[in-house]
């Protein structure tokens, strides 16, 4: 409901903010190792936390007290998310294994086999069906949640154009933006998923086919945060030039 802010620390602290006031609403025990991700479940009442300590916790997010037992991991853990309605819960850590787990019980529920590229990112869609993955070397791919089975062929990138300064070289630019894939994201439907990379372009593709719908949405300057409606018909953009952007990724055009 953007009341509450929360944040994550290398000295091993979480703290909870209120928004508009900037007063501290609570805080959790501190770890003893840095804390790399903290995230509010959906209700906004529980926040997921994955450190150093090779465990992911959950703590109530007005007491800062834990409420269930830690999940623990065999190496560090990089990311911890809610599904949707609050009672999974999907991390990955140095071991590049994902696991979803069920708040119910302390075993992960399915276990996504490690990669040979290391996972930069791993993100559940809104309805909690599918799983999204980023490798460091950009390669994207969708997976069914309930199974671990692939739902998209792996996504790869072609050569963009080269962004502003940057050398000629075409291999080099492809290794470049490869190498710096930034975000990735599912369209609310689960049905596309937005991409974006230092090449300043914006990419949209066919969840279940791997391929692109349409050109690429093209930026002046970085992009730090991209969004859509429902069938990500329309796409949104903000950049570090203060600006916020309305794409028709149906024609690759400014609205």
């Not at 959906?42 to 959950?58: L, S, V, Y």
């Not at 993100?123 to 671990?148: C, K, M, P, Y």
């Not at 093209?218 to 309305?246: F, G, Q, W």
């Amino acid at each position: 409901d953007s009341r509450r802010l929360v944040t994550a620390c290398n000295d091993g602290s979480v703290q909870v903010w209120d928004a508009s006031s900037g007063e501290r609403i609570s805080q959790t025990a501190r770890s003893k190792s840095p804390v790399f991700r903290a995230a509010f479940s959906p209700d906004g009442r529980q926040i997921a936390t994955a450190g150093g300590d090779q465990a992911t916790r959950i703590w109530d997010a007005d007491t800062g007290l834990p409420t269930t037992p830690p999940f623990k991991h065999p190496q560090l853990g990089y990311q911890a998310s809610f599904g949707k309605d609050g009672s999974h819960l999907l991390t990955y850590g140095r071991d590049n294994t994902i696991r979803i787990w069920s708040l119910s019980g302390m075993n992960p529920i399915r276990l996504f086999p490690p990669t040979t590229n290391s996972v930069a990112q791993a993100e559940l869609s809104r309805d909690g069906s599918r799983v999204v993955t980023r490798t460091r070397n950009g390669e994207i791919q969708v997976w069914e949640a309930a199974t671990g089975r692939a739902v998209s062929p792996p996504i790869k990138y072609d050569a963009p154009p080269n962004p502003p300064g940057s050398l000629t070289t075409r291999s080099f630019v492809l290794a470049i933006y490869q190498h710096n894939l930034n975000r990735a994201a599912f369209s609310p439907d689960a049905r596309r998923i937005l991409t974006v990379g230092p090449d300043l372009n914006v990419r949209v593709w066919d969840s279940v086919t791997g391929q692109p719908v349409c050109a690429p949405l093209p930026h002046p300057t970085n992009v730090v945060l991209i969004a859509s409606n429902e069938d990500a018909s329309r796409v949104i953009t903000a950049t570090l030039d203060n600006r916020a952007r309305l794409w028709d990724s149906k024609t690759g055009r400014l609205i």
